[in-house]
């Protein structure tokens, strides 16, 4: 495929008259073909009042509908994958092997919420039927269940170029809801996006869906982004990426006329704590398996484990200072973060009381893993202990007690996930840390590691903020779809109006609530 | 019951040392004793941190302590209902008959959670059992359910002195979801959230909850408010009162560190469409029912119609012009709410073009019921039209087509309600009105008036902004619940760890979704 490195206006290309902006290979810092355009404002405009138009159609088309719109957008991204994973490598720096993981994984999940909307109990069908002769008043017929929201804006994230990027789990779960998207495209990994977006628009024309059912504008800066963010017709976003860059989106969202929801994925330095027990009985081995979890993928995982508390012990710091020695340095997934990362780095080891225990140097191209520790009382006085550096880097907190990893669970701000390690025999004794732990995460662990996220029904990969926007969500996993979506009550309805989900007959066989 | 006026920190009562105020009769504008105090700043921390302290075990009581403690407030506040009706009727000048009523609806919203609750499905507990084999990688035994997000702020509404107050929808759904409720009494029903107080405290002391459970401030002011939604142990808001109140409340609580969901009800004009068809057959009966639901409870409740889109009818008009010229005065909420009114009402009729149909003056005490009209165009032109009005008024908007009544759809503001009168033939031709309204109301309603709200599974008292500050939500019916709450997952835990939700033998006998 030839790329044109211009935005995607409902079925049509954008000119290439505004910004132009290049993308960088990761490994080389080479420029490579073609130059993007960012959308003009006027392009932008015409997204949105495209996906505004194409809402009432798209909002009533049937689950059936949807769910074939969407298990083709995946066989179309599954028949480009020859050409998404060197343009996708040569972006990101990601190795072949992730690449055509994560494309499986973006194709799965758009096929999970294929058969979630098929099989439809999603959607939280309720039905009270009328009493005509309640007194002292009838009791009329009422019925509810989740409807979308209208058009949604998701902003793709730099470390998921597949599965959190265009027709990542925010657009999948958006479509699958029968909300049209409009996507602002990662700038470092443009190339993929095109080549995805192509795929979506012609599932979109081969399924006869509305043309505003999906946009995509590339964008070299951040203005076409806060202009979707704060444009009327926009009802929900969809975000994963800093904290910052969150923030910035929330703040923007909330001071609108007619504020709105942001489901942004930010920040989480997902805490682990290790008990004496399993401390003395397999530190080596938790080393390991820590070793794994923080250098997978170079670091770049939301769910990177960036801080542990535990007690002292030679076996698990020699198992943490020979993994982390061993492993190779990574091409992250562009400059701009390889520079956040060994910035990170440095501004962490000059912070007073922090030391190596094991460390590669990170080169002009690469960053080098590494593991720094320091104490529990230098970590509750020091809150630049527990910022998040995004990277293959932990900080081990020893803990001279049970009370120091309490006071330190006390202090963390919100996570999407914390683990526990323990015996058998701590265990039963470990409530009072799973109570506070449950409080600031969305997920919790017993004895594995956060990263590796099963995408499926029992999934929540949210929790408090900072760790997303609105810990009441996940964004991986079928309660995705939830975000983009509303109750709405009907009463009174005849059954010819009412939607398939909640008429008489149950005519698409789902699982309701009746109450009479 | 004498009452003392003052506040609730937990188990405590606080000093008289902060600022005072008093509350007037709403008929006679006399004082009413005793004198209230303001909870002073350090006791407003008090009953915060007490509910922070609280909350690891009271999250963690069973759904049948929790059922039983909401029973038990219900009872007392029944046993209670000789001393909070003749309170209430002086503080807000609602008839006995209403008095005793919401006081019915409100300790049947406190069963109803317990009910619920007992029942427990509503947790959506989700489990997806461990496959040790899986290829490539193993999968983890994952399970999720709700769990409650922490202290609670609760501001009183002015319109519902029991059913939206101290232990109104607010304070039962958050309890049923176990978050300790720290409550904002209503400065002009303060005697009456003493009596209802009383109740939950003496409720929380008999089902041996902590402490911290709950506690109720009065305050003279805004203060102490704007000190809870900024506090940052409070984790959500539930509120309903003025557009301006609740945006301020949102505005804050964006605003925080750690921003926090405000459940805010605040405003809504609640259309009402009468297709030409249903005119001609009924318009009489039509306009019969519209004051009915317009002069209810002196037009104060959320749902009051403020605005009919019709066609011209003689007899549509005749009947307004009749029903309204006929309706008492009656005694507003209290002296503000009474001047607002006469205000709106006055700045409406001064608007160009609008006139009135029919109308009762007010009185230096009591609000005159009130029928305006005006043309779509100036509706459509001037958004003054459709500004709410919180009393016994509507406006008419006389419409010459079908597409006026679209466009003028289409230029409406988030509603808790919109409503289509249409005889049966022409229901099936109002789809595209129907689909309009959909994004703009959360309950749809057909051939009705939209007061009278249901409180049971299916109502989605809610709707976008500005009928509330998160469209996702209800504050009225089972669904309520779910706003205090956050999906948690569970990995890898052994069966004794896992709420008895997701344990593996189901104690609790709910409904689950599982997987394997």
């Known amino acids: ?160 170029p597949l599965a959190f990027s265009v027709a990542g789990g925010d657009t999948a779960s958006a479509l699958a809801a029968a909300c049209p998207v409009i996507v602002r495209a990662h700038s470092a990994h443009a190339g993929t996006a095109e080549i995805v977006a192509t795929a979506i628009a012609s599932a979109v024309a081969e399924c006869k869906m509305p043309e505003g059912t999906f946009s995509m504008v590339f964008d070299a800066g951040i203005e076409l982004g806060t202009a979707l963010v704060t444009h009327p017709e926009i009802k929900a976003v969809g975000f994963t990426g800093s904290r910052a860059g969150g923030r910035a989106l929330m703040d923007a969202a909330a001071a609108r006329p007619e504020p709105i929801p942001v489901f942004a994925e930010m920040s989480s330095v997902n805490p682990i704590f290790i008990l004496p027990g399993a401390l003395a009985e397999r530190g080596e081995a938790i080393a390991n398996g820590l070793v794994g979890s923080v250098t997978m993928g170079a670091g770049q995982f939301c769910t990177c484990p960036g801080l542990v508390f535990t007690g002292a012990s030679t076996d698990f710091e020699n198992g943490l200072k020979n993994g982390f020695s061993e492993a190779a340095p990574a091409t992250m997934l562009h400059a701009g973060i390889l520079k956040n990362y060994t910035n990170g780095l440095s501004s962490l080891k000059g912070q007073a009381n922090v030391s190596a225990i094991g460390e590669v140097p990170s080169t002009e191209s690469q960053a080098g893993p590494a593991v720094l520790k320091a104490s529990a009382s230098d970590f509750i006085a020091n809150p630049a202990l527990s910022e998040e550096i995004f990277g293959p880097s932990s900080l081990i907190i020893e803990c001279q ?116």
Chains 1, 2 share one sequence.
């Open 401 to 516: 007690s049970g009370q120091d990893m309490i006071a330190a669970a006390q202090s963390l701000e919100g996570q999407l996930t914390a683990t526990v390690h323990a015996t058998d025999e701590e265990l039963p004794k470990a409530g009072a840390l799973l109570r506070i732990l449950e409080q600031k995460a969305g997920r919790l662990i017993i004895n594995s590691f956060p990263t590796g996220v099963e995408v499926n029904s029992s999934m929540v990969h949210g929790g408090p903020y900072p760790a997303t926007s609105d810990g009441a969500s996940t964004s991986v996993g079928t309660g995705a779809i939830l975000r983009y979506t509303r109750p709405v009550s009907y009463q009174g309805f005849p059954d010819s109006l009412l939607p398939d989900e909640l008429k008489a007959a149950n005519p698409l066989g789902i699982n309701r609530s009746e109450k009479a």
């Open 1 to 160: 495929m030839t790329l044109t490195g211009k935005s995607f206006i409902g079925s049509s290309r954008a000119s290439d008259n505004a910004t132009p902006f290049t993308v960088s290979h990761a490994a080389n810092g080479e420029t490579l073909e073609p130059t993007f355009h960012s959308a003009s404002s006027d392009e932008l405009q015409k997204t949105v009042a495209l996906a505004a138009a194409a809402f009432p159609t798209f909002s009533n088309t049937s689950p059936a509908e949807r769910a074939n719109f969407l298990r083709t957008i995946a066989e179309k991204i599954d028949a480009l994958g020859s050409e998404i994973t060197p343009r996708m490598m040569a972006e990101t720096g990601l190795p072949e092997a992730r690449c055509n993981g994560e494309r499986g994984r973006t194709v799965g999940q758009l096929r999970m919420f294929a058969d979630l909307i098929e099989e439809g109990s999603w959607v939280d069908a309720r039905i009270e039927t009328a009493q005509p002769d309640r007194e002292p008043l009838p009791k009329p017929d009422l019925r509810s269940m989740r409807r979308p929201l209208g058009p949604v804006a998701v902003f793709c994230a730099s470390n998921f």
